[in-house]
């Protein structure tokens, strides 16, 4: 194989984030040296029609390239982060229980993504949320009964993949049983190979047997699988990926800049040993402005190809599922017509409403006059970005004008509740992983019993008047919230 032949196959497995709402002039000319993807974030979105845009010019450098983007719904959104997800999130569709009703939303977040020129969308989370704890992965997760997960996974990925949309199931072999954020660390599952078989697995059987176009690993730690991080891990990827469980599609990484691998080493390294386990592209968010960390990764991969520590025949393999995933999104360009005639409107809210789960079941009465909302939420994962959902303040606030709202976080104190004027709604995110929450939320309702709790993140212990727990931080189960408790539902 000749040097340029060789360049060109190194460039094609490679999934670079940029700068700007434009293709920079580095991208452009990487493009036509055979770069095989992008990945899109926030800061890369102006609008559907923007993005689109943006697509369409990258595809005038490159046809074949596959461009992706995180689009779950609920709390991480790339397309719609400058005002937060229209859909609930995994667990919120969980809840809700309706497989029928989770593949109809996948399929309207299909008809978003394709709409935005997206080849291949990194969702849906498989994960089981074995351990409430989890800083990442939460309600991103459709549940804790791996059949669930498998069930609702399944749905979702056909729902998006007849939008015309690749489809991705992460985080492999499963992130759900961490307490650790692999964006800042190296999290370790430290479950038996029997427990893993039972729990984490599934799903991604589940997903596989659906079709599922992509798979991301996890930057996670199995010792019972490998003493190597999943991502560097032949005997995950290879062995128990491909042999175990059958497929046959393109393998992602996260992130390779994520503290969980960059840590351990430099990231042409990184990329070198992931395609030698086999995954076949490498997700990199962050890019240099000239886009010399790209060409360093190219010759990272060249490199060690010369040196005889990557075979040229898995490089080959892995720019070869690349072009796969291509082929088969330009083979759905009727699915992708079609889809962008069937919106299905009001189901966002409809399905966040679905989700809802209060306690007492019956509520005490809606609220009818404007209350003090009190938010009490630590900082968001990495994962989540730059999502900015509408809280639920400024959702009661469109039904109730003259809502107050108030901001509390770890370091601060409660603002005077012992005369509010009106009612008190105490809004919390995971307060069953956050002690200060919870001593917050407890002196908040020793001088207001009479208190309402909504609980977006994972529920804990009821608590309050009433309890109500939406399942998802997302714009949708914002406004399902209000409207529930406002009588409006």
């Not at 849906?124 to 609702?152: C, M």
């Not at 017509?337 to 919106?343: L, P, S, Y």
């Not at 009612?423 to 407890?442: Q, S």
Request: charged fraction near 20%.
């Amino acid at each position: 194989m000749s040097e340029g032949e060789l360049d060109r196959m190194a460039m094609a497995v490679l999934q670079p984030g940029f700068e700007g709402t434009e293709p920079p002039a580095w991208l452009r000319r990487a493009l036509a040296e055979g770069l095989g993807g992008v990945v899109l974030f926030a800061r890369n979105v102006a609008g559907l029609e923007g993005t689109a845009a943006l697509a369409a010019g990258l595809r005038r450098e490159r046809p074949d390239v596959v461009v992706a983007v995180d689009e779950e719904g609920g709390s991480v959104t790339r397309l719609e982060a400058a005002g937060g997800s229209s859909w609930p999130g995994n667990m919120a569709l969980g809840v809700a229980g309706d497989e029928a009703l989770t593949r109809r939303v996948a399929r309207q977040i299909g008809r978003m993504v394709a709409a935005a020129g997206v080849t291949l969308d990194y969702a849906p989370v498989v994960d089981v949320n074995a351990d409430p704890r989890n800083p990442v992965i939460g309600v991103r997760s459709f549940g804790s009964d791996p059949d669930e997960v498998g069930r609702h996974g399944a749905a979702w990925i056909e729902g998006l993949q007849s939008a015309g949309v690749a489809a991705c199931a992460k985080h492999f072999p499963g992130h759900g049983d961490t307490v650790t954020d692999s964006h800042l660390a190296l999290p370790a599952v430290r479950a038996s190979r029997e427990v893993i078989e039972r729990r984490d697995l599934p799903p991604f059987r589940a997903a596989i047997a659906a079709g599922v176009r992509a798979v991301m690993c996890g930057h996670l730690l199995v010792p019972a699988v490998d003493a190597l991080p999943a991502t560097l891990s032949r005997a995950v990827l290879t062995g128990l990926l491909r042999e175990e469980l059958g497929f046959e599609g393109l393998v992602v990484t996260d992130a390779i800049e994520m503290r969980a691998v960059a840590a351990l080493h430099p990231p042409g390294e990184i990329a070198v040993r992931a395609l030698a386990a086999g995954a076949d592209a490498i997700c990199v968010g962050v890019s240099s402005a000239r886009g010399e960390s790209v060409y360093a990764l190219r010759d990272a991969i060249t490199g060690a190809v010369r040196e005889g520590r990557l075979a040229e025949e898995r490089l080959a393999e892995a720019a070869g599922r690349v072009r796969d995933l291509a082929a088969w999104y330009d083979a759905q360009a009727e699915a992708r017509k079609a889809v962008a005639r069937d919106a299905d409107e009001g189901l966002g809210l409809a399905a966040a409403t679905a989700a809802l789960r209060a306690t007492p079941a019956e509520p005490p009465g809606p609220l009818t006059r404007a209350p003090l909302v009190v938010h009490m939420a630590a900082r968001p994962s990495q994962a989540v970005g730059r999502a900015t959902p509408l809280t639920l303040g400024e959702a009661l606030g469109e039904l109730l004008p003259g809502t107050v709202t108030a901001q509390v976080h770890d370091d601060g104190r409660l603002p005077d509740l012992r005369d509010t004027g009106g009612p008190l709604v105490i809004a919390v995110h995971d307060a069953v992983r956050h002690a200060w929450m919870r001593r917050l939320l407890e002196e908040a309702l020793r001088a207001r019993p009479d208190a309402i709790v909504v609980e977006t993140g994972v529920p804990g212990p009821p608590a309050g008047r009433l309890y109500l727990a939406t399942h998802g931080s997302s714009t949708a189960s914002a406004r399902a919230a209000a409207r529930w408790l406002a009588g409006a539902v």
